[in-house]
């Protein structure tokens, strides 16, 4: 076990199969500490900075690697872009694996991409998911109807194809048209 503390996540539990967490099996990791503290949020217990338990990324990947079933990897909260750097790792090592990365966030998207400059680490957490579901929870808007999300602000954000229409948008600035 490496104990290298830039290689520690401070998170809330793992749920090591879940179907509920995006699609197909996934191992799902709850980070410890969120500033959101939205009302109604069904996991209170993830809000304090000081709780949980400091757990090795290596230790979270000898799980996943030992769970053939799984489809991918969901990182959900607390916040874990406030993990940003220890989350980025995690989710390039569990690439590496050839399984997908979603990533839950109280942040907006463009709350993430407009304060990425100042944040590395979240523009890494960002470029190591597949999925983002952004948003904070809101009660007045909460339903159990919606596939993924607990209220209908959040949003389901494929980042693969948001990437791929920046680089397109890019490429035809670039090339003047």
Avoid at 6 to 28: F, H, L, Q
Avoid at 46 to 62: A, E, M, N, P, R
Wanted: charged share 25%.
């Amino acid at each position: 076990m490496n104990h290298d503390p830039e290689n520690k996540i401070r998170i809330a539990g793992v749920v090591e199969e879940s179907i509920v967490d995006g699609p197909g099996i996934r191992y799902v990791v709850f980070a410890q500490g969120c500033p959101h503290r939205c009302p109604g949020c069904h996991n209170p217990k993830t809000h304090s900075f000081d709780g949980g338990i400091l757990i090795d990324i290596g230790d979270i990947l000898k799980a996943i690697k030992n769970n053939p079933l799984l489809d991918g990897i969901t990182l959900s909260g607390g916040e874990p872009f406030e993990q940003a750097a220890a989350f980025a790792r995690l989710a390039e090592k569990v690439r590496e694996l050839e399984l997908d990365v979603i990533v839950y966030t109280g942040y907006t998207y463009e709350e993430l991409i407009k304060h990425a400059p100042n944040r590395p680490s979240w523009e890494s957490l960002l470029n190591a998911a597949d999925i983002l579901i952004d948003g904070p929870f809101i009660m007045e808007q909460k339903s159990y109807m919606l596939k993924f999300r607990g209220s209908a602000n959040q949003r389901i954000i494929d980042l693969k194809k948001t990437r791929q229409a920046v680089k397109s948008e890019s490429e035809k600035l670039i090339g003047g048209e």
